[in-house]
């Protein structure tokens, strides 16, 4: 299916996301999912992302869904069919918690009036009541990817191309090919992709040893509380899920030439390895590389 243009301003967010096997799913979701995977054409990134910006032009805005999202991405992973729910009204409520962190009051009020963040909250507050256990399948992060969620993948299972509009996967509505894996208005339907895919039992192991490098060799930080917190994450899917890590939005963010060269993933395991080896230096010269691209990209939400 060909990609659709839209309007819509790009979205510069990547996101963290576990697909878990149909056998994960209680009765009557398992069934669901069954059905939705069957189908020949499903939404995709782009979908999802539209329609959550759509929510956000009526007046007061509808910061959170009133229903909850029967939609999902699909993979399969050697034979067994894998879905990635969206859940676009818990992540709603979730970034509606971390939005004020992110914006000045004034412009917060603007933007989301205060009653309507107060009728979101005490929304939240009864649903979870009645759902304690929910937690989402997909984790975004705006303007950068988090080296820690680089610690689950190696260089080896990164994809990087750029994806034709005709593509297989673009038909089933994987969020990698086909469409503009942000899920904005991209170029056109030749939109670069940058993601990896791994094995969830994959996922943990790097996880671990990377968590017990860091807490072997320095202080505890914000990267050593972010292992610890995606590896709580992690384990609440089934072992035999599949975890992916997509650019998103961040690819127009970057020249083609920025995204061919950028390893990341390789940069954090040296970085991790001369750390476990005692070789400082080689551990600040992998960090140098990482934080230095990054920088570059973070720095691009002030331009105007």
């Known amino acids: 299916m060909p990609a659709v243009s839209s309007s819509v301003l790009v979205p510069y967010t990547s996101y963290l996301r576990v697909y878990e096997p149909l056998a994960a799913f209680p009765e009557p979701e398992r069934t669901h999912w069954t059905r939705y995977a069957r189908r020949g054409h499903r939404p995709t990134a782009q979908d999802e992302q539209r329609r959550s910006l759509a929510d956000l032009l009526p007046t007061p805005p509808v910061p959170v869904r009133v229903h909850e999202s029967a939609d999902a991405f699909v993979a399969e992973v050697d034979g067994v069919v894998c879905v990635c729910p969206w ?36 929304d939240y507050e009864r649903w979870r009541a009645d759902n304690p256990d929910a937690r989402p399948w997909i984790r975004s992060s705006v303007w950068q990817v988090p080296v820690g969620w680089f610690t689950l993948f190696s260089d080896d299972e990164r994809e990087y191309g750029t994806a ?10 994987d969020p990698g090919d086909g ?16 993601r990896y895919r791994t094995p969830m039992v994959q996922a943990r192991r790097r996880l671990a040893r990377g968590l017990k490098t860091l807490r072997d060799t320095i202080d505890d930080g914000p990267l050593t509380e972010s292992l610890i917190d995606v590896g709580r994450w992690l384990e609440e899917f089934h072992p035999r899920s599949l975890v992916e890590l997509d650019y998103g939005g961040l690819v127009h963010a970057l020249s083609e030439e920025q995204l061919a060269k950028d390893h990341s993933a390789a940069d954090v395991a040296e970085g991790i390895a001369a750390l476990r080896d005692g070789d400082g230096e080689g551990a600040g010269a992998a960090y140098a590389r990482f934080t230095e691209r990054w920088r570059a990209v973070k720095e691009r939400q002030f331009a105007n």
């Open 87 to 122: 859940r676009t009204r818990l992540r709603g409520w979730l970034a509606l918690e971390e939005v004020g962190e992110a914006l000045p009051g004034p412009l917060l009020d603007v933007a989301l009036p205060p009653v309507v963040r107060g009728q979101a909250a005490a």
């Open 164 to 173: 034709g509009g005709e593509g297989p996967e673009a038909e089933n509505g």
């Open 179 to 194: 469409e503009p894996a942000d899920g904005g208005g991209g170029p056109g339907p030749y939109a670069p992709t940058l």
